[in-house]
Structure formats: C-alpha cells, structure tokens
C-alpha cells in the first residue's frame, strides 16, 4: 500500500495534533471526503498544509484511524511496526521475567504507539486483536515485525472490525507457527488459568483485572462468603477461593460459564464440590437471594458495558446505580463490593457519583477502600488519557 492522502487540520485543532493527540476523527478535518480506503496513510497537514503528523484510516468505535508518527519521513513499514513492538516488549520485561505469570497484555494500542491492535501473550503464544480492516490491511508488515522481534510458539487473531467491535467469526484463529493446545494453562501470580485460543470472542481471562484479582486474594478473601456476579470463568472465585474465602458462588447467564468455571477450579487444586456456580441472570439471582435473606461478606460486580438478557437490558451508564444498590441490599454490614466496570462512556470520578448516589438512595454508609485502574501492561497514551477505560472500587458498607 503505498498510496497516501492528505488530510488538511482546522485551525482550532492544530495545536492538539502536533502536542501528540492520536486519534483521528472527523470533525478537525476540512476535507474529511478524501478519506476513502480503509487503511491508506493519511498525512495531516496544517492550513498552510505544512505537514503535522502521519497515521492511518480505519473505522473504528471510536473513530476513524490513528496517528502512527509526527515524522515527516518515517515510513510505515514492517521495520517501523519493528521498532514499536521491540519498545513495547522491553517496557513489559519484568512481565517476560516474571514465571508465576506468563500472561499479559504485550501491545495496548495507541498506548504503544499504534492504535487499533492489540498483542497479548499467552505463554508463548501471541493474541493479536485487530479494531479495524484499516490496521488489519497492514497485517502483512504487523506479522513480519512480530516474527522478528519476539520468540513465539504461535500466533492467533481476533477480528473485531465492526463500529461495536463486535467478533467476526472466522472458521480458524490460527494464523502462524505452533498449534496451541486447547487449553493451553498459563499462570497469573501463581494461578493457572485455561486459556483457549481459538474459540470465540473470549480466550478465558481478563488480563486488565490481575491486580484486582491478587488484591482480593491477598487482602479480603480470608474467612469470607463471596458472591461473584458476572463472573464468566469464575476468575475473581477462583483467587478468592484460594485467598481462604469460606465459599464462593459465581453467577453467570451463559451455560458456558458452569464448565469453565468447574475447569477453573480443578486446574487450581480447588474443591468444586463445595462451590457454588449458578446459570441464571443475575438480577434473578439478586432477587432471590433477597427472599432468601442471604448476606455476602464481598460482593464482586464486573458486568459488562451493555448486555440484553431475555428479561433485562444493562447499560452501565443507566444502570449501575440499580446495580449498585441491588448489591448492598445483600451485602453484610462490614462486608465489601467490588464494582468494576470496563465502560468508556464515563470516568473515575462519575463512577464514584454512582456509589455515592447508591448509598444515599438506600441511606446508607460507606468507605472506599482502595480503587484501581489499567495496569502497567495495558499502558495507556499520556495524550490520551481515555484510553484507560478500568475502573474498580473496594467499597466498605458500614451502614
Ligand atoms: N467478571 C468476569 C468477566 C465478566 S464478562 C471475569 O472476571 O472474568 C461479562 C459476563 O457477564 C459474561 O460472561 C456474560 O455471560 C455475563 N452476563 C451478561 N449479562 C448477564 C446477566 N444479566 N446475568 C448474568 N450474567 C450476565
């Protein structure tokens, strides 16, 4: 592809463009209609079309392509994607080094350089995800500066290139080298997880929550009756067992969960038998829990941005205040809730409101204990701060 086009900047943008914004969208361009072929380099010029940055067009929830360079005479090369994947790889050392853990995210986006592409490693393996056919269009070089930097047993990708990121299902993720097994077991701070790579959207774990997960383990779980809702394959279950909870019970809707979460465990030594994993929707399971008059001490609240259940549209920009006071309802005095959410629709801060709104709805008391965000490896651009999307809250209910 070696097609460029030029894109002119308005004014008012200039100055955002040249301090390092990455994103390219619509509005600052004067003459947005050129755009045409996802994954053309765009050159972003000023008014007196002196040249300001060079990225790439590709459509994206979050907008049209990403900024690759401010230097007029880098070429967009597989050495170019090279030199970015050896920076990101070295700022991740500690996480090569580290054998109680061999899963981590290796290339977070625009964090390192290139938006719209994601690498995790597993193990040896390399994940790439790809946000657009506009990045997926340089596969060719991505792939070729990957196999030359990095050591890897194999490579598979996940496609996610429509405006909603949603997965393409492909017959095959598989893209180069050694077939992985299924599962394969990689570890986090210690703890096996059962990855699969190539078997829809979801390999298995969340990397971006391994700190909330160790912190659970650590500082909360001893001694203690968790309920984990939304909770998948169980992982947040699984470091609470081992961190001596008294029992743990995981709530998921999809049938898949009872499995994986029952895999989980037995890879950890863990007991399922005395367990609880239910296949229901947790806002039943809420009500249930209330007719029952059952109390958690930790409350772990991790669902997704936007879900439809047969009976319940979520959106947590609408709902989790509901959410939220669902949970204390059932959630002992003293006891804990960790909410989570991976929404970029709203900050830290309107994130706290919906605590506070919560609490006060239902007169009630809290302290936050401690709250998180992306970790290290899911580094975030320091020109764009929205990139980082986590955000966890340890809230004590005290009244
Ligand atoms: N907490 C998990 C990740 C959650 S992913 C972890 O740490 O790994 C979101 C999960 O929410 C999915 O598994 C999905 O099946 C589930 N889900 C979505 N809507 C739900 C609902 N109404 N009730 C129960 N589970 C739901």
Redesign the pocket.
């Known amino acids: 592809m070696n097609k460029e086009i030029n894109l002119i900047v308005k004014k008012e943008y200039i100055v955002e463009y040249k301090n390092g914004y990455p994103l390219i969208t619509k509005e600052p361009v004067a003459n947005w209609s050129l755009a045409s072929k996802e994954g053309l380099i765009v050159n972003l010029l000023d008014d007196k079309k002196k040249f300001i940055a060079k990225g790439y067009y590709g459509i994206q929830n979050k907008g049209y392509g990403w900024i690759l360079s401010w230097q007029k005479d880098e070429k967009i090369d597989a050495d170019y994607f090279a030199k970015k994947i050896m920076s990101a790889a070295k700022y991740r050392e500690d996480f090569f080094k580290d054998e109680n853990t061999t899963a981590f995210r290796v290339f977070n986006g625009e964090g390192d350089g290139v938006g719209g592409l994601t690498i995790d490693y597993f193990d040896g393996f390399y994940m790439l995800t790809w946000y657009s056919i506009g990045i997926y269009e340089h596969k060719e070089e991505i792939l070729e500066a990957l196999k030359s930097t990095l050591e890897y047993k194999g490579i598979y990708q996940k496609k996610r290139f429509d405006a909603k990121g949603m997965y393409l299902d492909e017959a095959d993720d598989f893209v180069w080298g050694e077939r992985a097994d299924a599962p394969i077991i990689v570890k986090e701070n210690g703890v096996n997880f059962a990855i699969y790579l190539d078997d829809g959207p979801?390999v298995g774990?969340?990397l971006d929550?391994r700190e909330v997960?160790k912190t659970i383990r650590e500082k909360y779980a001893k001694g203690k009756s968790v309920l984990?809702?939304?909770?998948?394959?169980?992982?947040?279950s699984v470091f609470a067992a081992l961190g001596g909870s008294s029992k743990t019970t995981s709530?998921?809707?999809?049938n898949r969960?009872l499995n994986k979460t029952q895999e989980q465990f037995s890879i950890n030594a863990i007991d399922v038998e005395k367990q609880d994993i239910i296949v229901?929707?947790?806002?039943n399971?809420f009500k249930y829990a209330v007719r029952k008059k059952m109390l958690f001490d930790i409350v772990?609240l991790?669902?997704?941005s936007f879900?439809r259940?047969k009976k319940?549209t979520?959106s947590a920009s609408k709902d989790y205040v509901k959410l939220l006071k669902e949970a204390i309802e059932i959630t002992n005095k003293n006891g804990v809730i960790v909410a989570?959410t991976n929404s970029s629709n709203f900050s830290m801060m309107a994130f706290r409101d919906f605590i506070f709104k919560a609490f006060k709805e239902l007169n009630g008391k809290y302290k936050v204990e401690e709250s998180f965000t992306l970790p290290k490896d899911f580094r975030v651009a320091d020109k764009f701060k929205e990139g980082d999307y986590l955000k966890v809250v340890f809230i004590r209910k005290l009244k």
Do not use: K
Not at 228 to 236: E, K, L, M
Not at 251 to 254: G, H, I, S, T, Y
Not at 280 to 283: A, N, P, S, T, Y
């Open positions: 979801m774990v969340f929550q997960r984990n809702t939304f909770s998948y394959t169980g992982a947040f709530v998921d809707l999809a969960s229901e929707d947790v806002f399971y772990v991790d669902p997704p879900a259940s319940h979520f989570s």
